[in-house]
């Protein structure tokens, strides 16, 4: 088998002169572009730039979902998943607590709510509805950008006794983004204050047509307190499901997404998982991202040890060789070897795509140099001329250099000038799902003037390497829901790492939105 040197660069993901500079360094003379190259030479240059020294098709072996058919009426169909959204303290949470307690209760004795990340509530038509236990557009739109699109149906909570509120609207644009129907939850009924008509009429003025007004979308009054209008609002949603015809396949390899992953005390990396297509069992091989599972064991969300689990189960998963992230998609490999394979040449491709990012920032840095430099020169080439003026008799002080610069200098002075500034951040968090967040989050803080770079990110504490990090790349550190001993403050205070904690996300957003502007010059 052989390569040429430039689809060698190809397959490495390298640049050419980078390939051409290990040639030379392992006194492989002849580096031109078309040179051939056999397996032996080509792994050989592999190894050297510490890449997989399999550089043949092979190494592209990976998995796929599958492809589902147009029509889906043959298969069963599916529990609906479904998230709730809605304004701040409008119910969300107190919504999910009851309902949990409520398929609790209609389950089996002894059952204990479990918070896993997803549960599954029973309705006495023998329906079942699965519902995420974040609630918020916060973690609905992580998801989505990780092309997780899990969500079948929104449950939009609007108290009756505040009507429609900013996140209310925010809510209603997340799920018309994605394209995702919304169930309408008219909360706080209970209240002698509530006004569910001023709640609806609020709906209509942003673009919800409820259906008890001519439109598509159902409403329900409901009380998460007194769970009034509950099993009204668990049977809006199923119909709604039945409209939608949500199938899945059991059979064949088993799909999903992760919900929400954690390192448990004694128990080591475990995972929710929520199957989309196939059954997941115990014993088999599954991958997510870059890590891989021989399933150890399964719980559902009722904490019942489960052998398997099919389209719509969430089930926390274990067994994991490290953790994966909320929102990687899960795939069933066949065996131990292709799981392995499989990751070790996902890492491969990443560290790859790092090493071009590299590139491209070393790159960039290069043609910043570069300006600035004709910055300089365009200073120096106008003091010069000044100078000589001033020789000459022309002028009779010196004055600042920058105003004489003549106006084609000027173009370059003002390019150069142009300067973003950059805010880097490494983020820690609790769980893998608020990290996404959280990084997501401050990605959308990016303004034309500054730029919020994410530099690193985990799940777990705040530890020594993050403030080495965080000190090597002048970021902040921002924890969300971790602690912070006092030696690793001390460190931080020592290496002039600033540690920012919080433990409410629009806290935290708003503070570094104080920061960022702080960051800006002051305008004149
Ligand atoms: P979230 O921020 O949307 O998750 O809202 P919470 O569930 O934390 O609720 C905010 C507050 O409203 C809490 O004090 C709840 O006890 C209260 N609350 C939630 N649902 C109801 C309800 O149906 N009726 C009444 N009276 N109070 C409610």
């Not at 003025?205 to 979308?217: A, N, V």
């Not at 080439?381 to 106006?407: C, S, T, V, Y």
Request: contains cysteine.
């Amino acid at each position: 088998e052989v390569v040429n040197v430039t689809n060698l660069t190809k397959i490495l993901g390298v640049r050419l002169e980078m390939l051409v500079r290990t040639m030379h360094r392992l006194g492989m003379e002849n580096a031109t572009h078309d040179h051939l190259l056999n397996s032996d030479e080509a792994s050989l240059i592999a190894m050297e730039l510490d890449l997989n020294p399999i550089v043949d098709s092979e190494a592209a072996i990976d998995l796929y979902p599958r492809i589902l058919p147009a029509d889906m009426s043959s298969f069963p169909l599916r529990p609906p998943v479904v998230t709730i959204m809605g304004h701040v303290d409008h119910g969300k949470t107190t919504l999910l607590d009851t309902l949990r307690k409520t398929a609790v209760a209609a389950g089996e004795a002894g059952g204990i709510t479990q918070h896993i990340g997803a549960f599954s509530v029973d309705l006495p038509s023998g329906k079942r509805i699965t519902f995420l236990d974040t609630p918020g557009h916060a973690a609905f739109s992580a998801m989505r950008s990780r092309g997780a699109n899990v969500t079948d149906i929104v449950v939009l909570v609007v108290a009756a006794d505040d009507g429609v509120m900013p996140q209310t609207i925010e809510a209603i644009k997340h799920a018309q983004a994605a394209n995702v129907p919304i169930v309408v939850a008219i909360n706080k009924c209970d209240k002698h204050d509530a006004d569910p008509r001023k709640a609806k009429e609020g709906l209509l003025q942003h673009g919800i047509q409820l259906e008890e007004f001519g439109g598509e979308t159902p409403a329900v009054e409901v009380s998460g307190i007194t769970g009034l209008g509950l099993p009204e609002l668990e049977e809006t949603v199923v119909t709604l499901a039945e409209v939608l015809e949500l199938r899945a396949d059991k059979g064949g390899a088993a799909e999903g997404v992760v919900i929400e992953s954690q390192v448990e005390k004694g128990r080591g990396t475990m995972a929710t998982v929520l199957v989309k297509q196939g059954t997941l069992t115990v014993g088999s091989y599954i991958v997510a991202g870059t890590t891989w599972c021989k399933i150890r064991s399964m719980t559902d969300d009722k904490g019942r040890p489960v052998k398997e689990a099919g389209p719509g189960a969430p089930v926390k998963v274990i067994g994991w060789k490290e953790m994966p992230n909320a929102g990687d998609e899960i795939l069933q490999a066949e065996d131990e070897a292709l799981a392995k394979t499989v990751v070790e040449n996902r890492i491969t491709k990443q560290q790859r795509e790092t090493q071009l990012r590299d590139l491209e920032v070393i790159n960039d840095k290069r043609r910043k140099d570069k300006e600035a430099g004709t910055m300089e020169r365009a200073v120096e080439k106008a003091q010069r001329k000044e100078l000589w003026m001033f020789h000459h008799g022309m002028i009779k002080d010196l004055p600042d250099a920058a105003n004489i610069i003549n106006e084609d200098d000027e173009g370059d002075t003002k390019k150069a000038k142009v300067e973003v500034k950059e805010f880097r951040a490494v983020v820690k968090g609790d769980v893998s799902g608020t990290v996404g967040t959280v990084v997501d989050c401050l990605n959308g803080l990016c303004t034309p003037e500054i730029k919020v770079k994410v530099v690193g990110s985990g799940v777990g504490n705040i530890t020594d390497g993050d403030v080495q990090l965080a000190a090597a790349c002048e970021a902040s550190i921002i924890g969300f829901n971790v602690k912070t001993d006092r030696k690793i403050q001390h460190d931080a205070s020592v290496a002039r790492v600033p540690i920012k904690s919080y433990d409410v996300i629009y806290k935290l957003l708003d503070d570094i939105k104080l920061t960022l502007g702080e960051m800006l010059p002051p305008i004149v």
